[in-house]
């Protein structure tokens, strides 16, 4: 009876007993392991999930500045009154079509105008809008210069002028150069790119081409962009930062360009 009195007595004090110092080491270090796993996981899943985004909304801003250009500037040249000659209407400062070469980098700019749809007495039908949305009536001329300027997040971005307001359209716009795509021959070929300052007739231009130049808002690139960028023949770069660049370029026809 008393050996087994004191085989409890030794089984309670083994079961009883702490930690060793060596088995303590290797918990704690076993956990920080997994600790410092699990955080990396989670700042490259956050990493992962902030570039997407950045990416998917420069994206996002690509397709509404194609969709919103190639919009206005189809129409440019369009008159209310079909048998009109288009020279008696847009001509002198209501010229279709024109622009302003930046100097070196400086972003270009460029203005189209067109006339809208409607009774011709104010109440337009709502077919034909100007840059900012609004609807234009027969006979009126709605004028859409776009620039690229700062923007409200303080870095620059695509504006809409309509000659009354000047508005943001899309943000983290670094750079727009355009060409204008002159016919002269009358083929209805375009035989020569330029920059308008150097367009011999604008009532040779039967097409434009843009190029723009995104960036993602915030430094969420793994690597720096040291890369340049091809704008219509002005290259631009390296900006050396983390952000994300894409270029668009459209050429869009002016289909309303008759005699």
Not at 8 to 33: K, P
Request: glycine share 8%; with cysteine.
């Amino acid at each position: 009876m008393k050996n087994i009195l004191k085989q409890g007595r030794h089984m309670r004090i083994y079961l009883s007993r702490g930690f060793t110092l060596v088995e303590l080491m290797v918990s704690l270090t076993i956990g920080l392991f997994l600790t410092i796993v699990i955080a990396q996981l989670f700042v490259g899943s956050r990493q992962s999930y902030a570039t997407t985004d950045d990416l998917s909304r420069l994206q996002e801003n690509m397709r509404y500045s194609q969709q919103l250009l190639v919009r206005t500037i189809h129409m440019a040249g369009y008159k209310s009154a079909p048998n009109q000659v288009t020279t008696s209407i847009f001509s002198g400062a209501n010229v279709l079509i024109q622009g302003a070469a930046g100097a070196g980098t400086v972003p270009d700019s460029v203005t189209v105008r067109y006339q809208g749809s409607g009774n011709g007495t104010g109440t337009p039908d709502g077919s034909v809008l100007d840059c900012l949305g609004n609807r234009v009536d027969a006979g009126a001329i709605a004028t859409n210069t776009f620039t690229i300027a700062p923007g409200a997040n303080g870095a620059t971005a695509l504006f809409c002028n309509n000659g009354a307001n000047n508005w943001e359209i899309v943000p983290d716009v670094e750079n727009m150069k355009v060409l204008y795509g002159e016919d002269t021959d009358a083929d209805l070929t375009v035989d020569r790119y330029v920059t308008f300052n150097n367009v011999t007739n604008v009532n040779n231009v039967i097409n434009v081409r843009v190029a723009l130049l995104f960036r993602t808002a915030n430094l969420t690139n793994v690597i720096t962009d040291t890369k340049t960028y091809n704008l219509n023949g002005t290259v631009v770069g390296p900006f050396n930062d983390l952000r994300m660049r894409r270029i668009l370029t459209s050429t869009i026809n002016l289909r309303n360009r008759t005699p």
